[in-house]
T-cell receptor
Framework: KAGVTQTPRYLIKTRGQQVTLSCSPI?????VSWYQQTPGQGLQFLFE???????NKGNFPGRFSGRQFSNSRSEMNVSTLELGDSALYLC?????????????FGSGTRLTVV | EDQVTQSPEALRLQEGESSSLNCSYT??????LFWYRQDPGKGPEFLFT???AGEEKEKERLKATLTKKESFLHITAPKPEDSATYLC???????????FGKGTRLHILP
């Protein structure tokens, strides 16, 4: 079974530009969450989508936005990039099993803003 | 405010030397507490979900326990391949948001 796929793996952008990251969840998973990971702040929740609707949102500025498509694939967009946006962006899809539920993460997109 | 604090920040152990990692949390109504392992350059790998105080789960050399204020990840007779950053996270009933701790960097020396 394929895992959570994130593209691209690495990205270098210039301050002021915008960027779009993509996430394909595990087949059959309808919930997709996005996180930003930095050495100083650790993993921080950005937003969650379920069946094309934003279900939850973290404390990030409006420059960060996302959407989910009918096939559950999700995109995250950051406009007017700042140097502080350099981070590993992780996507996760939720799963349920006989012993409970959890989240499976992709390998992330490493964004560097110069 | 919901909060997760992990200790220690870093831990070096000899192979075979058992120890415990701590995750202290404050949350208004716990829906679930998660443990993850993260290797450099990779996304977190799911280990356990705990739901209520007194619950325990095991996987190979790892055992996670939960009380009303903290969770412990016990590592028994660790091997060098157990070296990684271990992350703890909580999800609140109130809003379903997940809050991660900063992690414990574990290094097992051969």
């Amino acid at each position: 079974k394929a895992g959570v796929t994130q593209t691209p793996r690495y990205l270098i952008k210039t301050r002021g530009q915008q960027v779009t990251l993509s996430c394909s969840p595990i087949s059959g998973h309808r919930s997709v969450s996005w996180y930003q990971q930095t050495p100083g702040q650790g993993l921080q929740f950005l937003f969650e989508y379920f069946s094309e609707t934003q279900r939850n949102k973290g404390n990030f500025p409006g420059r960060f936005s996302g959407r989910q498509f009918s096939n559950s694939r999700s995109e995250m967009n950051v406009s007017t990039l700042e140097l502080g946006d350099s981070a590993l962006y992780l996507c996760a899809s939720s799963f349920e099993s006989g012993t409970g539920y959890g989240y499976t993460f992709g390998s992330g997109t490493r964004l560097t803003v110069v | 405010e919901d909060q997760v604090t992990q200790s220690p920040e870093a831990l070096r152990l000899q192979e075979g030397e058992s120890s415990s990692l701590n995750c202290s949390y404050t949350v208004s109504g716990l829906r679930g507490l998660f443990w993850y392992r993260q290797d450099p350059g990779k996304g977190p790998e799911f280990l356990f979900t705990l739901y209520s105080a007194g619950e325990e789960k095991e996987k190979e050399r790892l055992k996670a326990t939960l009380t009303k204020k903290e969770s412990f990840l016990h590592i028994t007779a660790p091997k060098p391949e157990d070296s990684a950053t271990y992350l703890c996270a909580v999800q609140a009933n109130r809003d379903d948001k997940i809050i991660f701790g900063k992690g414990t960097r574990l290094h097992i020396l051969p």
